[in-house]
């Protein structure tokens, strides 16, 4: 079955450790992307990647980092920079850099920094 | 003011009630318009694109409406199964040659018997 993956599903982590959430598509996007979303808000973009070896930040990219080796994996690094990291995260992917390509999530990493 | 507003609701509706949901946005270069649906601690899943032209699938239809800037989603006959939060997303062009999606927060939808 073609889809996102996301791995692990919770993740509990110590003040001051960074963490590595993984995301892996099988969908043959070009795309892929970051967002968080936090109660009460709408989700925000972390970081992207329309090619491999190439990721823009996005509007919350502070406190984050994401590499883009393969055009199957979008790894995000929660850093221990990121104020704020308890919350949901979500990878997504979309065929390409069209404007009307919609975009397809994976099942989300729920972090919570203890 | 925000750049793509919903009735966070919620919106506590009959089974087979017909329901309308509104969006705002407020970029008029938007392009492209989805609905997604995101279900208790899950993924937004997506449930159509709005075209121009407006567009129907099953029950539920989505129309928009450029001049007023406004997309909406219509669900007919709503079922229990309905009752998720309806997310508006907006996509625009950014400068580079990518596009950026705005999400709305959703609106909640309870279809109850």
């Known amino acids: 079955d073609g889809g996102i993956t996301q791995s692990p599903k919770y993740l509990f982590r110590k003040e001051g450790q960074n963490v590595t959430l993984s995301c892996e598509q099988n969908l043959n996007h070009d795309a892929m992307y970051w967002y968080r979303q936090d109660p009460g808000q709408g989700l925000r973009l972390i970081y992207y990647s329309q090619i491999v070896n190439d990721f823009q930040k996005g509007d919350i990219a502070e406190g984050y980092s994401v590499s883009r080796e393969k055009k199957e994996s979008f790894p995000l690094t929660v850093t221990s920079a990121q104020k704020n990291p308890t919350a949901f995260y979500l990878c997504?992917?979309?065929?390409?850099?069209?404007?009307?390509?919609?975009?397809?999530f994976g099942p989300g990493t729920r972090l919570t920094v203890l | 003011r925000k750049e793509v507003e919903q009735d966070p609701g919620p919106f506590n509706v009959p089974e087979g009630a017909t329901v309308a949901f509104n969006c705002t946005y407020s970029n008029s270069a938007s392009q492209s318009f989805f609905w997604y649906r995101q279900d208790c601690r899950k993924e937004p899943k997506l449930l159509m694109s709005?075209?121009?032209s407006g567009n129907e699938d099953g029950r539920f239809t989505a129309q928009l409406n450029r001049a007023s800037q406004y997309i909406s989603l219509l669900i007919r006959d709503s079922k229990l199964s309905d009752s998720a939060t309806y997310l508006c997303?907006?996509?625009?062009?950014?400068?580079?040659?990518?596009?950026?999606?705005?999400f709305g927060t959703g609106t909640q939808l309870k279809v109850e018997l």
């Open positions: 709005v075209y121009s």
């Open positions: 997303v907006v996509n625009i062009r950014v400068t580079g040659g990518g596009n950026k999606l705005t």
């Open positions: 997504a992917s979309s065929m390409d850099r069209a404007i009307e390509s919609a975009q397809y």
